[in-house]
């Protein structure tokens, strides 16, 4: 069975820190990786998109890393910043196949709150 | 990136009355969009995959009856919850795949906060 399994679960850091959130998957056969961010009451924004090639992807203060043969990602958040405060969700693309679902695996998401 | 939107933003309805969501691509045409299902702190579930110009594929344990989905142009898919009850109250999330885009991607709208009382 495809899953994401996201860790931690929750974080809080205090502003200006950096922080790395997890993402592990079974999904197979894997087209492509992304991190979405979630503000509270929003729908997701997309942060990063990684294909089985590429090893790190950046996007201002976020960077996403990809290991296709662990089946490992992280996301590294650098100086964060109060308006980082989301839920950041992994999310992991198996090839279209026309089928329902457009074949992603949602993660359940990292809560992560920044303090002053 | 492509843009998404969805209306209304919030709702509050009486229990047994219906409620429509829409779900708009602004910059481009989405043959296929997406209904998703969002309870507190839970990862965004699918309940449906909408077509245009046929029918929707719903998932499994998804109420086809309950909630009507139609995609009649490129641009516009709604969701209408039918006879709502206060368990249907949720965060109503569509999202929009764009064909021609570099990773086939989905872009989500805003979001529909459905209140049934």
């Known amino acids: 069975k495809n899953q994401v399994e996201q860790s931690p679960q929750s974080l809080i850091i205090l502003e200006g820190k950096n922080c790395t959130l997890q993402c592990n998957y079974t999904v197979s056969p894997f087209s492509n990786l992304r991190w979405y961010k979630q503000d509270t009451g929003r729908g997701p924004v997309s942060l990063t998109i990684m294909t089985f090639s590429e090893n790190t992807k950046s996007n201002g203060r976020y960077t996403a890393t990809l290991d296709a043969d662990t089946k490992q990602s992280s996301l590294h958040i650098t100086a964060s910043q109060l308006s980082d405060s989301a839920s950041y969700i992994c999310?992991?693309?198996?090839?279209?196949?026309?089928?329902?679902?457009?074949?992603?695996?949602f993660g359940k998401g990292t809560h992560l709150i920044i303090q002053p | 990136g492509a843009v998404v939107s969805q209306h209304p933003s919030r709702v509050i309805c009486k229990s047994g009355t219906s409620v429509k969501i829409e779900c708009r691509s602004l910059d481009f045409q989405a043959t296929t969009m997406f209904w998703y299902r969002q309870f507190p702190k839970q990862s965004l579930m699918l309940m449906a995959t909408?077509?245009?110009?046929?029918?929707?594929?719903?998932e499994q344990g998804v109420e086809k009856d309950k909630f009507l989905i139609n995609h009649a142009s490129l641009t516009l898919s709604t969701l209408t919850v039918t006879s709502a009850h206060p368990e249907d109250s949720s965060f109503y999330i569509c999202?929009?795949?764009?064909?021609?885009?570099?990773?086939?991607?989905?872009?989500f709208g805003p979001g529909t906060r459905l209140t049934v009382l």
């Open positions: 909408s077509n245009e110009g046929s029918k929707a594929t719903y």
């Open positions: 999202s929009a795949r764009d064909p021609w885009g570099p990773y086939n991607e989905q872009f």
């Open positions: 999310v992991v693309s198996a090839p279209y196949s026309g089928g329902g679902a457009d074949g992603l695996t």
